[in-house]
Nanobody, 114 residues
Framework: QVQLVESGGGLVQPGGSVRLSCVAS????????MGWYRQAPGKQRELVAA???????TYVDSVKDRFTISRDNAKNTVYLQMNRLKPEDTAVYYC????????WGQGTQVTVSS
């Protein structure tokens, strides 16, 4: 069992930046494939970015060239750097770790508004 705790959300203006962090409770973090998902009101949860154990990153088309996912296995942490934010990026962002099964964090709200 692993616990995932997200942080870094908040209110940001359009065009701004924010970095989300997700810390895992287990030292076996390096074995996990990690992903960031988001869910906007009235919409389904979608995968935004993922990073594999071998540090291969993938992105949904709507965030390519704006978001960057990374991981620091020494700190049991995965990051999502979000740049040039748009109002449509407003959502609750969830961290997910996968190894044998999926583990989810509690989510962090990101609101993009002027």
């Amino acid at each position: 069992q692993v616990q995932l705790v997200e942080s870094g959300g908040g209110l940001v203006q359009p065009g701004g930046s924010v970095r989300l962090s997700c810390v895992a409770s287990r030292s076996t973090f390096s074995k996990y494939n990690m992903g960031w998902y988001r869910q906007a009101p009235g919409k389904q949860r979608e995968l935004v970015a993922a990073i594999s154990r071998d540090v291969t990153a993938t992105y949904v088309d709507s965030v390519k060239d704006r978001f960057t996912i990374s991981r620091d296995n020494a700190k049991n942490t995965v990051y999502l750097q979000m740049n040039r934010l748009k109002p449509e990026d407003t959502a609750v962002y969830y961290c997910c770790g996968t190894w044998l099964r999926d583990y989810w964090g509690q989510g962090t709200q990101v609101t993009v508004s002027s």
